[in-house]
């Protein structure tokens, strides 16, 4: 992924959760509410789009699936680096990370 591809691609920001995951929902009277906040920040709906399952996106017209893919693989590579964080609790998360980052590898070669 380039650098830019986020900053430049034009698409409209808006504020993201940075991480929506079924983890981070809070079911209420009023319906879902998403949780954990940590990792808020702005920009295209294609970012949130990227940790959601392939077929959430189906739901969003507009969606510039070019960008979608190139925030998949930054989603990966993020969730890949925390791996090696030495409190990180993911069962067998050594293991999964070195799978992973051998998917980057080859998702960017």
């Known amino acids: 992924m380039r650098s830019t591809s986020l900053s ?11 991480e929506p995951h079924p983890g981070n929902l ?8 998403f949780i954990d906040f940590e990792t808020c920040c702005r920009g295209p709906i294609e970012f949130d789009l990227a940790h959601a ?3 959430v996106a189906d739901h ?4 510039d699936h070019h960008l979608l ?5 930054l989603v990966l ?3 890949t680096t925390w791996r090696w964080d030495r409190d990180d ?3 067998d998360g050594r293991r999964i990370g070195i799978e992973w980052l051998s998917e980057l590898r080859r998702s960017t070669a």
């Open 8 to 18: 430049q691609s034009g698409r409209p920001e808006q504020l993201l959760h940075g």
């Open 26 to 33: 809070l079911s209420t009277q009023a319906g879902l509410l």
């Open 53 to 55: 399952p392939v077929e």
């Open 60 to 63: 969003y017209p507009g969606v």
């Open 69 to 73: 893919r190139e925030c998949r693989t």
């Open 77 to 79: 590579a993020m969730v």
């Open 89 to 91: 609790q993911f069962p």
